[in-house]
């Protein structure tokens, strides 16, 4: 009877384990989707600029393209309907809302590249050595086990065109 009940126990404690690292494995890859994500989507968005501007050597962003073309970008990257919303076997369980935007360029006044860029109240600091798109997107991270964490997952991605 001893044994029975340490082999029921062991058993237990193995699926209990195995559905623990089978919820960090998604998490994780959520995150690393997210993440590759929100770089082509930056990217995508730099690429939105003023090409009269763009041939006087001005770098300045047309912002109603950037924004289309990073909510493009994470539609096609993360399997998200035309509404935002996930679509059938999509990691995510809600939509991503994208909480803060900007974009530093030569239009932007007081910047000197390289510029200091600091936003206190999104907890951003960075050095930019050229233009650059900023985003922050918020994500639910889906939750398969009692353990894991619930609750939103904030990542920034900036990208820049460097002068160096």
């Known amino acids: 009877m001893n044994r029975a009940l340490l082999l029921m126990f062991v058993v237990l404690l193995f699926l209990y384990t195995t559905g623990f690292e089978a919820d960090r494995y998604i998490t994780v890859t959520t995150h690393n989707r997210l993440k590759f994500a929100l770089n082509r989507g930056g990217h ?7 090409k009269e501007l763009l041939a006087e050597g001005e770098i300045v962003f047309t912002r109603l393209s950037a924004r289309h073309a990073f909510e493009k970008a994470l539609q096609n990257n993360l399997q998200l309907g035309l509404d935002g919303a996930p679509l059938v076997g999509s990691l995510l ?4 809302i994208i909480v803060f935007e900007d974009y530093v360029d030569d239009h932007t006044p ?20 050229g ?11 889906p939750r ?8 939103d997952v904030y990542k920034t991605v900036i990208y820049e065109y460097r002068f160096d």
């Open 131 to 141: 233009p650059a798109v900023i985003y922050k997107v918020k994500v639910k991270l």
């Open 44 to 50: 995508d968005a730099s690429l939105q600029i003023n």
């Open 110 to 129: 007081g910047a000197d590249f390289p510029f200091n860029y600091v936003n206190e109240s999104e907890h951003i600091v960075k050095m930019l050595k």
């Open 144 to 151: 398969h086990h009692a353990l894991s964490y619930e609750g």
């Open 93 to 96: 369980s809600d939509p991503p």
